[in-house]
Every structure is written in structure tokens, then in C-alpha cells.
């Protein structure tokens, strides 16, 4: 997975989260469950060999965030496919590389706060799967 590919995704996730609203922030609220999910099913898409897990952060206000941990041969990959909603200045989807879970976890709870655990193992998915988070998206779109 190379820088290419990751601005590849980012600029999918703009476009989609663009749909919802002009402004990145407001688009991302309340988005990171499914939007993980689909971005993650994105990257399984081009390289099914790797490992892609959801990674999810409590926050002592009753609070969830999702992100992705992308997992090669020898590289971590931290991906936060809505990070406008905690980040709103940000202009990378990439977090950052490690080399290990660990490290992974300690970056995680430095940037972001709260406490983080992997929730998730993601397999292949079909059409039907990520239409259905799709729909859930626009629908939160609706809801707020």
C-alpha cells in the first residue's frame, strides 16, 4: 500500500463524505463505523492478502471512534477514514506507520485520547455488504 493508493482512498472518502455535506467536519459526525467498514472492504478489494482490523476508541464522555489498522508483512498502517470529525485541519486519512500492535495503540491513545482495542477482523466484502453501509450512511446523513 503505497502513498498513491492512499490518496486514492482519501480522495473516494472525500467525494463520498461530500454528498452529505460541504463542509468535512459536519459530513464525518457520527460517520466512522460505516465509513471505516467501507473503506476497509476498498482496501481488501485491491490487496486481499492484508490484514484489516477496526480499531475502536473509548472516550471517558460516552463517546466511539473507529479508525482502520491495515496490516501488511511487516508494516502497520494507521487509517482514520473520518478524521475531519476530531481533526477538522487535518489533510491526511494516513495517521501514521508503526511497526507493531503495541505501538499502534500507544500512537492511538497519544493523538486521540481514551481507550483503544481491536473490535474487528474485516473479511472480503460483497457488493450487497457495502451497499447496505451506503444506505446506513445517507441515512445518518438524514437523522441529524
Keep these: 500500500m503505497d502513498e498513491k493508493f492512499i490518496e486514492k ?3 473516494r472518502v472525500v467525494n463520498l463524505l461530500l454528498t452529505l455535506s460541504d463542509n468535512l467536519q459536519i459530513a464525518a459526525k457520527d460517520q466512522c463505523s460505516e ?3 467501507l473503506v476497509g472492504c476498498w ?3 485491491e490487496y486481499p492478502e492484508y490484514k484489516v482490523q477496526i480499531c475502536k476508541g ?3 464522555n460516552g463517546l466511539a471512534h ?3 489498522i ?3 508483512d511487516r508494516i502497520l ?3 482514520d477514514p473520518t478524521i475531519w470529525q476530531i481533526f477538522p485541519e487535518s489533510n491526511n486519512i494516513l495517521i501514521e506507520s508503526v511497526h507493531d500492535m503495541p505501538e499502534a495503540i500507544e500512537s492511538l491513545t497519544k493523538r486521540y485520547g481514551g481507550i483503544w482495542k481491536i473490535s474487528e477482523l474485516m473479511g472480503k466484502c460483497d457488493e ?3 451497499q447496505e453501509l451506503l444506505t446506513i450512511i445517507k441515512k445518518n446523513k438524514q437523522e441529524k
Design 77 to 79: 498502517f494507521l487509517v
Design 58 to 60: 473509548t472516550f471517558s
Design 9 to 11: 482512498i482519501q480522495k
Design 70 to 72: 491495515i496490516e501488511n
Design 128 to 130: 450487497s455488504y457495502q
Design 66 to 68: 473507529d479508525i482502520l
Design 35 to 37: 465509513v471505516a467498514r
Design 43 to 45: 482496501i481488501l478489494y
